[in-house]
């Protein structure tokens, strides 16, 4: 069965670094979305993409933030300055008609 | 506002006994709602749906416009029903399909 990817599993990087989190979302799917959960938090939603544009982003995906499906496998999240309050476990997530979403992973970030 | 309520952070029962998860949501027209769990070190993977009534695993849960809930149900916990429990709406704009989701709920099932 085909399930999404993500990696690394972890990310240690020192706050104003910049990261890349990746995502290989199920191939026939069409809508990608990030997700991301603080420890102790709920899961919350941060943006998601459709026919390569964002389609929605919540008010957490500021101007730090920016998604990028540089080819036909990938989806792509970057920190541009890492903030210590960005330390979270990132979840992507794929839909093939915007209605069940499978989930990867996660990514767990942490930022010193 | 588009919001949804687990009440219980953590839920405990013995093995072979009923098993109620709350839900309650804040939303305005017809709510899209989901259950989502995720075993220890796995996964978030979907549950159940409202939408398709179907059982997965022995569950089930009722759309209740009335008491705006959506609770999740099992009439005898397994030990490996162990795991945290999600509950998500799918938020507006409805065709960008974001989940809001609940604080989720771990239960634990008791040998």
């Known amino acids: 069965e085909p399930e999404v990817t993500q990696t690394p599993s972890h990310q240690v990087t020192q706050m104003g670094q910049e990261v890349i989190l990746h995502c290989v979302p199920i191939?026939?799917?069409?809508?990608f979305y990030w997700y991301r959960q603080i420890l102790g938090q709920k899961v919350e939603f941060l943006v998601s993409?459709?026919?390569?544009?964002?389609?929605?982003k919540s008010e957490i995906f500021d101007d730090q933030f920016s998604v990028e499906r540089p080819d036909g496998s990938n989806f792509t999240l970057k920190i541009r300055s890492t903030k210590l309050e960005d330390s979270a476990m990132y979840f992507c997530?794929?839909?093939?008609?915007?209605?069940?979403?499978?989930f990867g992973p996660g990514t767990r970030l942490l930022v010193l | 506002a588009q919001r949804v309520t687990q009440p219980e952070k953590l839920l405990s029962v013995f093995k072979g006994a009923p098993v109620e998860l709350k839900c309650n949501y804040s939303?305005?027209?017809?709510?899209?709602l989901f259950w989502y769990v995720q075993y220890s070190r796995q996964r978030l993977q979907l549950l159940l749906r409202?939408?398709s009534r179907e059982s997965i695993k022995g569950f089930t849960a009722d759309l209740n416009k009335g008491e705006t809930s959506f609770h999740l149900k099992k009439p005898f916990a397994q030990e490996e029903d162990s795991a945290m429990y999600y509950c998500?709406?799918?938020?507006?704009?409805?065709?960008?399909?974001?989940?809001?989701f609940g604080q989720g709920t771990t239960l634990q099932v008791k040998p």
């Open positions: 998500a709406l799918k938020g507006r704009p409805s065709n960008t399909g974001k989940l809001i």
């Open positions: 409202h939408i």
């Open positions: 191939s026939n799917h069409l809508y």
């Open positions: 997530a794929s839909s093939a008609q915007g209605e069940t979403q499978y």
């Open positions: 993409f459709y026919n390569n544009e964002i389609s929605e």
């Open positions: 939303y305005s027209g017809s709510p899209e």
